[in-house]
Every structure is written in C-alpha cells, then in structure tokens.
C-alpha cells in the first residue's frame, strides 16, 4: 500500500476514498503491533487518510512466499485495476511509473505460478514514463484464490468475475 503513500518525516499517510478499505487498512497495522490512524480529510472531501509510524517496517524484507502473496496484494490494491465496463473484455492488470518496481511485482507474480503478459507502455504520448502488464486469461481464477485483494470494491469485482 506504500506505493499509493505520503511520506512525512515519521509517518506514512494512505489516502482512500472507500472509508470501509481505510477501516481494513487500519486493522491490518494494528495486526502488526502499531497505532494507527484513521480521519477524513477535509469538511467536503470523500478522501479517509490511514497514517501509521515508519518504525513499523523498518526492517521489513519480502522473502517468504506468504510475504510475497501479501505484498503483490498491497500492491493490487494500491496500483492494480480491474475492468469495470460490460463493454469490454473482463482483464486484470497492475501499472506503476516505476518500470524496476513494477516488473519485481511481475517476477513475484511469476515465482508463484501467475502467468503474466509483456510489460509495456500504453501510450508515449500520454506518459512515457507509464507501465502496465496484464495477468493472462489462464490464470485469473489462480490469481483470485491466491492473491485475491482487501479492496472492498475489487475483491466484489473479482468474486463476480471469477
């Protein structure tokens, strides 16, 4: 989730507009022994900001299988997507500005058996510095048991799907 994160000089803050994602946000940070904090940004904003010590994961190494399934959903629910649109084909994909990051996601992706399209870029145009894989067809249901997601609104979008 710290892809989608504020750094300040001794907290992260993690903004959502889903008040119920803030809420298991928070309750995984409190699983792992830490204060966290929950409130709304602003009188007229829908935006919940989740903010919790940096100390927290400062010595923190993804290496086990579960560390990794864990991350890749972090990671999903902060830069992955899900189609919406009855109008087109049903895909699942994570995107990122960062190419190095984004493709240690792929390999993780691949070390657990998801099978993975090209990294790519959508549009030069648009944004040069911008990358996107897609998880291929044969492995959704695959990606949906292991990885799955806490995002109350992609985990719905999964189960129906899947």
């Given at each position: 989730?710290?892809?989608?994160?504020?750094?300040?000089?001794?907290t992260?803050?993690?903004?959502t507009?889903?008040?119920?994602?803030?809420k298991?946000?928070?309750?995984g940070?409190?699983k792992?022994?830490?204060?966290?904090w929950?409130?709304?940004?602003?009188?007229?904003?829908?935006?919940?900001?989740?903010?919790?010590?940096?100390?927290?994961?400062?010595e923190?190494?993804?290496?086990?299988?579960?560390?990794?399934?864990?991350?890749?959903?972090?990671?999903?629910d902060?830069?992955?997507?899900?189609?919406?649109?009855?109008?087109?084909?049903?895909?699942?994909?994570?995107?990122q500005?960062?190419?190095?990051?984004?493709?240690?996601?792929?390999n993780?992706?691949?070390?657990?058996?998801?099978?993975?399209?090209?990294?790519?870029n959508?549009?030069?145009?648009?944004?040069?510095?911008y990358?996107?894989?897609?998880?291929?067809?044969?492995?959704?249901?695959?990606?949906?048991k292991?990885?799955?997601?806490?995002?109350p609104?992609?985990?719905?979008?999964?189960?129906?799907k899947?």
């Amino acid at each position: 989730m710290l892809h989608d994160a504020t750094e300040r000089k001794n907290t992260y803050r993690i903004a959502t507009k889903n008040f119920n994602f803030a809420k298991v946000i928070r309750e995984g940070i409190i699983k792992l022994n830490s204060k966290v904090w929950i409130y709304k940004e602003g009188k007229n904003r829908n935006l919940w900001i989740v903010e919790f010590s940096k100390s927290l994961l400062k010595e923190v190494n993804v290496k086990s299988k579960q560390n990794k399934i864990d991350y890749i959903r972090g990671y999903f629910d902060a830069e992955g997507g899900i189609s919406q649109s009855s109008k087109v084909r049903f895909y699942i994909y994570f995107c990122q500005k960062d190419k190095i990051d984004l493709e240690e996601v792929k390999n993780y992706l691949i070390e657990l058996g998801v099978s993975c399209g090209v990294t790519h870029n959508p549009s030069k145009k648009v944004d040069p510095n911008y990358w996107r894989f897609f998880i291929r067809s044969k492995s959704y249901k695959y990606f949906a048991k292991i990885i799955s997601s806490d995002h109350p609104e992609k985990i719905k979008l999964l189960e129906m799907k899947i």
